[in-house]
């Protein structure tokens, strides 16, 4: 019996606002649910191969800790995650088109690297936590 293949899930994915908890979940779990989806397939159909996840990018960057939750996310990923900025990917935004399998970027895209801003006050102790932890970011 004849079994079609059947076509993969959407693989185009746009990260367009500002890194947090609400813009990089859904990425996060398009990559899981993709992942998934493959695993089957490659069960299920003898030479299955994993078509790319493209993640575009226009960002202007964001939370550290969103930004790392979504890089584990593309570095865990057996299928690969194809980074491509258009426009800008600054801040946070630099590091997640770093973490893309393959990279692309536009001709007039911008990018953009800082040190992590600290807006610490408070106790001596306090501001001495945050210190370290900004320094390990």
């Known amino acids: 019996v004849y079994m079609e293949k059947p076509k993969p899930m959407e693989r185009k994915r746009y990260l367009k606002e500002n890194v947090d908890e609400k813009s990089v979940m859904p990425l996060i779990e398009a990559i899981h649910r993709i992942n ?71 001709e007039h895209a911008t990018l953009l690297y800082h040190d992590v801003a600290l807006h610490s006050e408070g106790m001596t102790e306090g501001v001495k936590i945050e210190l370290a932890e900004g320094l390990r970011l």
Do not use: Q
């Open 36 to 106: 998934d989806d493959d695993a089957e397939k490659e069960k299920e159909y003898n030479g299955w191969e994993r078509e790319p996840i493209k993640l575009y990018i226009y960002t202007y960057g964001g939370a550290c800790y969103a930004c790392f939750a979504l890089i584990d996310a593309i570095r865990a990923s057996k299928t690969p995650v194809h980074t491509i900025v258009l426009g800008t990917a600054m801040s946070a935004g630099i590091f997640i088109f770093a973490a893309g399998h393959k990279r692309f970027i536009g």
